[in-house]
């Protein structure tokens, strides 16, 4: 084979893959509806408040918050700025920096709090009740080797792991 031929997937590759699809593009939408239905959020609104509820003093400087958030700082900054027009969330300057904070408020922390409950219901249902202990486990295996791949292409700049 030469090197400017396509290395194919096999036919193990090939349904592995279109799974991967089907679970990628299936589980945020309805991770969305669910959230929309009965929190008016996101589900990208709601994992960014979650996140901040876990931080020290329920605060983030916001390029880390876009690394936790696994979003970019231009989508997450837009995100803030909805999340803090309904008072979940605040920015404070970073003093002597050009940086800031995302700060959840004490509404955005009950608004965490109310809202977990349904959510890690939902989560429960379409992932993990369909799984033993031991699929839980090769879940994050998988998940992390996907990430550490899906990171060095993009490090690389070439999208390509």
């Known amino acids: 084979m030469s090197s400017d031929e396509p290395r194919w997937l096999d036919d193990r590759q090939q349904k592995a893959w279109r799974s991967l699809v089907a679970v990628i593009t299936r589980l945020p939408a309805a991770l969305d509806t669910q959230m929309q239905r009965d929190a008016d959020l996101t589900h990208f609104e709601y994992f960014v408040l979650a996140v901040l509820s876990e931080a020290p003093e329920r605060r983030l400087q916001l390029s880390a918050l876009a690394e ?24 404070e300057a970073i ?18 709090v109310d809202t977990a409950p349904a959510h890690v219901d939902t989560v429960r249902r379409l992932v993990f009740d369909g799984l033993d202990n031991e699929q839980v486990s090769t879940l994050e295996t998988i998940g992390t080797a996907l990430l550490t791949q899906l990171d060095k292409g993009i490090a690389e700049g070439t999208g390509k792991a």
């Open 68 to 91: 936790d958030a696994n979003a970019s700082l231009s989508r997450l900054s837009h995100v803030i700025t909805r999340l803090a027009k309904r008072g979940w969330v605040c920015r």
């Open 95 to 112: 003093p002597h920096s050009r940086g800031s904070y995302a700060v959840l408020t004490d509404d955005g922390y009950a608004k965490v």
